[in-house]
């Protein structure tokens, strides 16, 4: 850069730095008159004049504002050499001038004239995009339009670009680069960007799983832009089909085209099937024993299937009786997750139970039936999913205990003729829609996002004294990271009878671990509708990942919650078992993750309200899965 700083006074006095940083000095006429400068060398001048005008010259395109903002000297203060050299530097860095940048100071009498001179690089008449698809060039031309019209600045044309490139990583696009930067003679600047194109993918680890279970579940193909955001979501679905213990993902230069790039998806694979035997003693079964199998890899083609069997000695009544009625329970289950490799997935399921129920006291309660459900995610909205089943059930009610049946109705003071419709049974073809929405960031303790489903029944009587009747059930649920890994989750979750007569073995119940902790199943009560909410704070044991590193161990969770809820329309039950149809409780317990069941919970909660005639204010309680 060459600085050039001239006294254009008679005679004129000029001193120019080269680019080695020495000065020269040179005299155009006679010598300077110290008396008339009123200073006797260049220091003493620099100390005492004063700069009265500032004029910029060459600028057309950049504000004479901005170079003076950058000068950063005005008239009035004291002309200083090297201050003057420093801003001429900022001037320089600004991005729009050549190195042939001067500064000419004029002297007289009353003080200096400084003028700049400055020469402008050739103005920007436009930007030529090349490579871009995945961006749109209106999304990136406006990182780049305020450059429009101005001389080229090398410094902000960098920083346009590097603002591109951040652009592109925003939108997941983080391979994308700008990887060629030229100008024409016409002002128009050329860019060309490599977004970063899939040329392979590659799997590896499956041994018994096969490529397509794999494959399926990928978004991102062949010939596309890689995605980061995208084969995320990809590699949670993988993971998601819990054949995998780790999924991973390698880029790598493309050995066929230098310029794309290798995706290899590395997975772990895990054991998937299992057989369970068990036994022990419970309330509503007696001593009994189980027995069960299960493998969500089935030949590894990722179908899932399972099988249960569990039978008891004799069912225990609530008031410590033992029916001689053996209950047992046979479930069978298949799905496929993606049914003719498309987006929809296949469950097909049937059941026979026949134990004592949760819904009618001191009565047994046989089903029989099964179940198709065909399901989709939703295209156009992310994380939304649709449903439809359509079921066959046989429900046959019969008399558990007559005799402690007609003292409670006796002592209640009601007609022993309601028991019947207690008992109403019948078969049924039931057809029921469904939507959920599930943005949680993890299956197994999630902390951030959001899950809700909204589903309606409509159960056709074909026989029986039961009529046709269809009910709804919504949940909403909202969980807030704090911290690393706990959370706040708070929801709501309601119910209602939607048309017809809502038989008594299908009504809604509130109490036990899946609603109102802290209550045995159904003791707040069962009515043909119901509303309740939830909050709770969940988080790891503390310190505890200090002294055991095993993931199981550390993905254990401490809660604390508070439950209310309501039932509407009560049953006759309520009535019989004084049930107070509402209740608070607060409670804290603990959530444990288990291969292929997902989470165990033990809580115990403490009722705030009423618990009704008998029953005691604070109970252990022991589920599987999500509350919701």
Not at 460 to 477: D, L, M, P, Q, W
Request: glycine letters at 10%; charged letters at 25%; aromatic letters at 8%.
């Amino acid at each position: 850069m060459l600085l050039l700083f001239c006294f254009n006074s008679s005679p004129a006095l000029c001193k120019i730095q080269d680019e080695d940083g020495e000065e020269k000095q040179f005299t155009e006429a006679e010598d300077i008159d110290p008396e008339k400068l009123n200073t006797k060398n260049d220091r003493t001048y620099d100390d005492a004049i004063t700069i009265k005008e500032i004029n910029i010259k060459g600028n057309s395109l950049v504000s004479k504002d901005k170079i003076l903002n950058e000068l950063k000297i005005a008239p009035g203060s004291k002309f200083n050499r090297e201050l003057i050299k420093d801003r001429l530097k900022n001037i320089y860095e600004m991005g729009y001038f050549t190195e042939r940048i001067k500064a000419i100071p004029e002297a007289d009498s009353s003080g200096i004239i400084l003028n700049i001179e400055i020469e402008e690089n050739a103005p920007v008449t436009g930007f030529n995009l090349k490579g871009n698809e995945a961006v749109s060039s209106d999304e990136i031309l406006a990182l780049l339009e305020d450059q429009l019209s101005l001389p080229q600045n090398i410094a902000k044309l960098n920083s346009s670009i590097q603002a591109v490139e951040n652009l592109y990583a925003q939108k997941g696009y983080i391979l994308a680069r700008v990887k060629k930067v030229q100008d024409d003679p016409d002002g128009i600047i050329n860019i060309d960007i490599n977004e970063g194109i899939i040329d392979e993918i590659e799997l590896s680890g499956n041994t018994k799983t096969k490529d397509f279970v794999i494959k399926r579940n990928l978004t991102i193909k062949p010939g596309e832009v890689y995605n980061e955001d995208k084969l995320k979501q990809d590699l949670t679905r993988i993971f998601g089909t819990q054949a995998f213990s780790d999924v991973r993902r390698v880029i790598s230069p493309s050995v066929n085209d230098p310029a794309k790039y290798k995706l290899a998806i590395e997975v772990d694979e895990k054991r998937t099937g299992s057989i369970s035997l068990g036994g022990g003693i419970d309330t509503e079964s007696g001593l009994f024993g189980q027995a069960g199998y299960f493998d969500n890899n089935f030949l590894g083609r990722g179908q899932e299937i399972g099988a249960n069997f569990m039978m008891g000695s004799g069912t225990v009544l609530s008031n410590n009786g033992v029916l001689d009625d053996s209950p047992v329970q046979v479930e069978l289950k298949f799905i496929e997750p993606r049914l003719m490799q498309s987006m929809n997935s296949l469950q097909v399921s049937a059941f026979m139970n026949n134990m004592a129920s949760y819904q009618v006291p001191l009565s047994m309660e046989k089903r029989i039936g099964g179940m198709v459900e065909l399901a989709r995610p939703i295209k156009d909205i992310p994380n939304l999913a649709g449903s439809i089943n359509l079921g066959v059930e046989d429900v046959r009610m019969k008399e558990g205990d007559a005799t402690e049946i007609a003292r409670l109705f006796a002592e209640k003071n009601i007609n022993i003729d309601e028991r019947a419709k207690q008992l109403q049974g019948g078969t049924f073809i039931s057809l029921g829609p469904s939507l959920v929405y599930d943005s949680r960031n993890k299956l197994l303790n999630p902390t951030d996002g959001w899950y809700a489903s909204a589903r309606f029944k409509e159960s056709f009587a074909v026989s029986g004294a039961s009529e046709t009747f269809g009910k709804g059930n919504f949940i909403i649920r909202k969980f807030f990271p704090v911290g690393k890994e706990s959370t706040i989750t708070v929801g709501a979750k309601l119910g209602s009878k939607m048309l017809g007569t809502l038989p008594e073995f299908d009504a809604f119940r509130l109490g036990g671990p899946y609603t109102i902790r802290g209550f045995r199943e159904g003791d707040v009560g069962s009515g043909e509708g119901f509303m309740m909410a939830s909050a709770e704070f969940r988080t790891p044991i503390p310190f505890i990942n200090k002294y055991l590193d095993y993931k199981i161990i550390k993905d254990i969770r401490l809660a604390f919650f508070l439950d209310a809820g309501k039932v509407y329309n009560e049953m006759l039950t309520n009535s019989l078992y004084n049930y107070p149809g509402h209740a608070m409780s607060i409670g804290t317990g603990m959530l444990i993750p288990l291969p292929y069941l997902g989470s165990i919970r033990f809580d115990y909660g403490y009722a705030l309200t009423s618990v009704g005639t008998g029953n005691k204010k604070g109970r252990f309680t022991f589920g599987i899965g999500e509350r919701y």
